[in-house]
């Protein structure tokens, strides 16, 4: 009776054993490298595919300075329409007399003397009333920048037209002049037919005096009322 013949184990040994083994591991390694380039090639080809439209949005920003500068052009506009209302400059001139160089000493002199000539007359003096100053005030600082006398204002102004929108209802008179102290100013009123009655009236009870001057020459104007 013949032996056995040995397995295949046995024959192989230990060293065949790990011969095939290892010989497996590296067709699985190849395998494992070889699909995943496989799947990274079609990736790629695919990202390289997808890359046009990526870049499509470029010209988009690329116009957006072109948007931004379009602004520019409207601004320039927007500035010439509020060019119109710098043509309020002339009214804002009728507003300059309130700047005006007043000689308050002269103001309340010509007041004291006015007082002293009602006193000879027997007339109660006269008590400053700061509309009827404001009034006068405004006049005389006209005349001093225009250089001119008279009772009729620059812009057409009468008297208790000027009066009434200084808050004063009771308008009498008003006197005015060019040059000289208060002294003189109020002599040659004093000497004047008309402007000495328009002085002396008792029945007149406010003054307001305004002296705007022009360089060295005050201008003269004093509204009178009966309130």
Known sequence: MTAPRPGLVTRLGPA???????????VFGLGAMILPALGDGSGSSGAE???????????ASSSAPTSSSAPAPSSAPAMASSAPPVSTAPAATRTTP???NFNTDYEDR????INNERRKRRCDPLRVDGRLRTAARGHAADMAARDFTGSSGSDGSDPAGRVRAAGYTAFANELTAK???PGDTV?????GDNTHAVLVDCGITSIGA??????RTPYWTVDIGRA
Not at 49 to 59: C, D, F, H, L, M
Not at 110 to 113: N, S
């Open 179 to 181: 040059g000289g102290d």
């Open 16 to 26: 065949g054993i790990a011969a095939i083994v290892a010989s497996v591991l590296v």
């Open 49 to 59: 595919r997808a890359a046009p439209p990526a870049s499509a949005p470029e010209p």
């Open 210 to 215: 305004g002296v705007a001057m022009r360089g």
């Open 98 to 100: 309130v700047s005006a």
């Open 110 to 113: 010509a007041v004291q003397l």
């Open 187 to 191: 002599k040659r009123w004093v000497r």
